[in-house]
């Protein structure tokens, strides 16, 4: 279940970053990043804690501001702030590594919300569209119950049909995963999987080299705020080129 090629869909890069530059005071947290991602590509990317992949997906919906450099998604440049923000953030879909659900909320009203509220989706066609969603994800039988009730997994796997109700052009993962019982990871990563094969943009931070082998088009490995590789995942797993790339998989393989 590998996403389609990108090459063979032409036009402009779905999300672009160009030389972004981030400090958190002294510390240089992004350095002169430059990635392109076509659409329907699937990014995986790869490096120790602590190295900016956080930092660089919460950049690309403007929960984090930049020092300078350019972010744009579908061809228009982020704004700062306002109305645009809101509407382009709408966009970006981003599910983290804590599932962020509104825990006095249903699973269903979770999901409903957003739309509802930012891009005025009738409350009906929003509870249509909320349940195929769920149903999509495994969890429509969990509509009516409060996040609490769910496990992690079918925790996580609401926090996707929420992001996608937006009906984003792009979704960012930040080690979605990491925070789940080993149990309940595949049935998570098959859905972003099911999705990258229907052809959705997605940038994926995860230490699942399985998923990175089997769903990326696409290995991009930082260190130090830095993309020290970008490759295929072929390439990347086979013949990492740099000495860190080398060192950071000796540890996780
Ligand atoms: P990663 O996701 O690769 O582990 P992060 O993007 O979370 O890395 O963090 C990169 C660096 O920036 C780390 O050294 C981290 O401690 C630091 N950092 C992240 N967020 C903040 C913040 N809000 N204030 C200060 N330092 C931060
Ligand atoms: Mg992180």
């Known amino acids: ?53 956080s930092t660089l997906c919460r950049a690309i919906n403007r929960l984090e501001p930049i020092d300078s450099g350019r972010i744009a998604i579908d061809g228009k440049p982020l704004p700062a702030e306002g109305k645009d923000l809101a509407r382009l953030r709408a966009d970006v879909g981003m599910v983290f590594q804590s599932f962020n659900l509104f825990a006095h909320k249903t699973i269903l009203e979770n999901v409903t919300l957003a739309p509802v509220k930012v891009r005025k989706t009738p409350a009906a066609e929003a509870r249509k ?79 699942e080299m399985g998923f990175a082998r089997k769903a990326a088009n696409r290995v991009v490995f930082m260190a130090d705020g830095e993309v020290v590789e970008d490759t295929t995942p072929e390439e ?16 996780i393989l």
Not at 131 to 143: F, K, N, P, S, W
Request: hydrophobic residues 45%.
């Open 129 to 207: 569209t909320a349940m195929e969603l769920l149903e999509r994800v495994g969890i429509a039988a969990q509509a009516e119950k409060y996040p609490a009730q769910l496990s992690g997994g079918q925790q996580q796997r609401a926090a996707i049909a929420r992001a996608l109700a937006m009906r984003p052009k792009v979704m960012l993962f930040d080690e979605p995963t990491s925070a789940l019982d080993p149990e309940m990871v595949q049935e998570v990563l098959d859905v972003m999987t099911g999705l990258a094969a229907e052809g959705m943009t997605m940038v994926v931070v995860t230490h």
């Open 1 to 53: 279940m590998t996403a389609p090629d990108p090459e063979s869909t032409s036009g402009t890069s779905m999300i672009s970053v160009q030389s972004v530059d981030k400090h958190f005071g002294p510390l240089h947290v992004l350095k002169d990043i430059t990635l392109e991602v076509p659409r329907g590509q699937v990014v995986v990317v790869l490096g120790p804690s602590g190295s900016g992949k």
């Open 236 to 251: 990347f797993f086979t013949a990492p080129k740099s000495v860190r790339a080398r060192d950071f998989l000796g540890k």
